[in-house]
Each structure stands twice: as structure tokens, then as C-alpha cells.
């Protein structure tokens, strides 16, 4: 069984006022709306958006126009394919504006992996679906990037203008009314012009409600600009669904490669070094009894031989029972209520009896969730200072996994609580390819569609929920 490490180190400090990016930052109120910082980068953001428009636009159109004509050819499609897997630069510009001004971090999709073979090549380029994703972006922001822009600028400025009306309104030309006079001043009509005290306060008080509405009209547009950039420049569900097991897969094999040859050195330091010597000892017996020597040394030497046998046996045992529990052929409670027998601290375990009601758990199921168990139980007795553990394994409908994996089906809810000192946290592999700590039974569970879910405040309690897909009554699901 591998040991966890201690993944508990103390929670960083924030000093005070800081927020860190990606949280929820407190709004500006209406009156303060319009001197905000965020009001500025949101009105940058639409100025930027629409000096990039006509290009992208442009090339958006290009892109479709130019693959349509150039399907006919075979070697022009490979610049098409390329025309479109450029929309992936377009679509990077884009979420670096909406990071930079909107504090809104969108992930970044899976790089383009070029296939082998021509055909699977230019179909590749052809049909990449991120770059076609960001190529729509592109044409549907066109109209949205000039009526944003036109309707927010003309808020401000007709805002501004209206509040400082009284000022520059003097120094406009004068205008013969309908009544003979000489007006200075905007003119409504053919008699209305806004020269009177009166009318300088409404014009005044117009401006200031248009200026007090800008940011939020402004806000209005920019919640339309990071609802479609979330929605078509962010990894589809299906890619990130598919990077997901390819990490669980690279280190569900990295774990696996760690065990082997952890097994090896094992077998190689520690069994094969005593029955080496058990060979030697033997030998050595062999050859006092045939030159006539003392039997009495012989037979300490067997005797030693036959000792030295005894541990490599229970060496072995050991070794396998890391491999597949003895326990288990009995099923997972049974395995589990051994595991806690022989456990260093108090542990109480309680396995819904509807777990094995319709049948035993799959053999990598029952083993995944029986080490997730036994390191939890392990890093409670050793780092988190736990006088007992508590152990609930359960069976629970499809939906509590999170994922909707259909009818028929379910999972198994593990959750491990100790009452130790808390603060654990799982800790990123450092690259050494070891999957070790809570990162990695994190990885393991992970590589069976499985979910890691961790709560452990400082001072305790420590709580682990996992979940694991189970099989339907009919079949493996």
C-alpha cells in the first residue's frame, strides 16, 4: 500500500483588502458608477473590440468563402484548413481582452495535434472545431462591437455634454428664432432653444442621468461579449472531457509504473537478498555434512536457513497483500472491516448493506475503493494527529455523482471523516512522475470517472467524499 504524504501545510495568508483574481468583486454603486475603474476598462474594452472588428470580420468571411471555393482542389485546401485553424489566434487575442480588461479567465482550448496521413491532416484542419468556434465569434461580434460601441459612446458623450452644457453653450453661433431675437444655444424646433437658466438646469440634469446610466448600459453589452467569448472561444465540454481522462490515464500508468517497480526494489532489496542467503546457508550446510564436519553447526545453519525462509514468506505476503488484499475475495466490507482491526487507530466502519445487494462490486472497483480507505485511514493515523476515524461507504443513485451518466446506473459515495488537526490540501505532483499525498488517490480515482472531493478547515474535522461509478444491475456500466 503506498503511503501518503503530509499534505498539510499552512493556508497561505492574503494580506487585507486584496482579492484575488477570479473572485467576485463588490460593484461599484450607481452614483459611483461612472468613476470606476472597472467602467473604464469595460469602455476600453468595447473601443478595442471595435477597432478589431472589421478585420476579424473580414477574415471570418474570408475564411468561409475562401474553403467553399477552394474545396474543389485538393493542395488549396491544406492553406484552408490553415485559414481556419488561425481563427485559434483570433480567438486567443480575444480572451486575452476579456482577461486583461473584464478579469474574466477563460480556458484556453486543447492545442491542435496534427494526425498522421494527409487525408486525416487536411480533415483535421478543415473541421477544427476551435477554430471554427471562434471564426462564428468573430461575425456574430461584428454588428454587436458597432452597436455597443455607438450606443455607450453616445451615453457618455451626449452625458457629458448635457452636464457641462452651461459652460459652452455661450460660444455656439447665434441663431435668429421664430420671435426675431438672437438665440444662442441647441435648437428644438423652430422656437426652443435652450438658452433659459431653466432650460440649462434640465439640460444639466439630463446629462447627468444619461452619464449615470452609461456605466450600466456599457455593462449591458460587456455581459453579452463574456457570455458568447465563455461560450465559443472556452474548451467544449466534450474536449475537456477527453483532456480529463487523458490525465487521468497518464497518471493512472505513471502510478502504476511507480508501484512495479516500487514491487521490484522491494523483491530485489528484500526477498531475493534473503533467499540468496538462505541459498548460501544451505551450501554452506551441505558442505560441513559431506566433508564429515560438525553436525551440530550443519544444523544451526539449517536452522538459520529455515528462519531466513520464514521472512521471505512473510515478505511476500506482505508484497502481495499490497497488490490485491487477501480480504477482498470476500468482498468489500469484509476487506474493510479487516482493515480496520488492524489499523493503528480506533476506526468505525459502516458499509450500506445495499453496496453488494445486487452482486459484488467489479475486482478494480472493490480494489480502488479499499486502498482509497486504507491511505486515508493511513494519513490520518500518521499526519493528522486523529484519535478515530470514521469510515461510511454507500450506494447512491446516478445523480450523486454530479454526472448524469444515465439510467441504471449509480455510484459508490466513500466518505472518510477524522477528527485530527486539519488543514490538509492536495498538494500538484512536482513533475517527478510520482503520484503520491492526495493528489495522488485524487489521480486514481479520477482515471475510473470518479470524483475527489476534499473539506479540511484548520483545527479539524478532516472529511474525504468520493464517489465511484458502480455497475447497473444488468451489466458493467
Known sequence: MTTMTADRPAAAAVPDGAVPRGAARPGPNFLTAPF???TWREQGYLTLVLLLAPFAFTYAVFAVSFTAGIAVTVVGLFVAGAVVAGGRGW?????????????????????YVRPRGFWRTIGSLIGDATGWRALLFMFVTFPLAIAAFVTSITFLGTG?????????????????????????????????????????????LVGLLLLL???WVTRMFVLLFR???????SPTRASLRVAELERSRTGTVDDADARLRRIERDLHDGTQARLVAVAMQLGEAREHLADGGDVAQAAELVDTAHSSTKEALTELRELARGIHPPALDNGLGVALETLAARSALPVTVDVDPGVEADGRLT?????????????LVTNAAKHARASGVYVLVEAAGGDASGSGSGSGSGVLRIRVRDDGRGGATVVAPDGSGLRSGLAGLAERVRSVDGTFDLSSPVGGPT???VTLPTTSPSGPA
Open 36 to 38: 470606476a475603474a472597472r
Open 91 to 111: 480567438g486567443g487575442v480575444y480572451r486575452g481582452l476579456a482577461r486583461d480588461l473584464l478579469d474574466l479567465d477563460v480556458a484556453v482550448p486543447a492545442p
Open 160 to 204: 457629458l455634454g448635457g452636464l457641462t452644457y452651461w459652460f459652452w453653450y455661450r460660444y455656439l453661433p447665434e441663431q435668429t428664432g421664430a420671435d426675431g431675437a438672437l438665440h444662442r444655444g441647441a435648437q428644438f424646433g423652430d422656437a426652443y432653444f435652450l438658452d433659459t437658466p431653466p432650460r440649462l438646469a434640465l439640460a444639466a
Open 213 to 215: 446610466c452609461w456605466p
Open 227 to 233: 457570455v458568447l467569448t465563455t461560450a465559443l472561444l
Open 363 to 375: 475486482p478494480a472497483l472493490e480494489s480502488i475503493a479499499y486502498f482509497t480507505v486504507a491511505e
Open 463 to 465: 472529511v474525504v467524499t
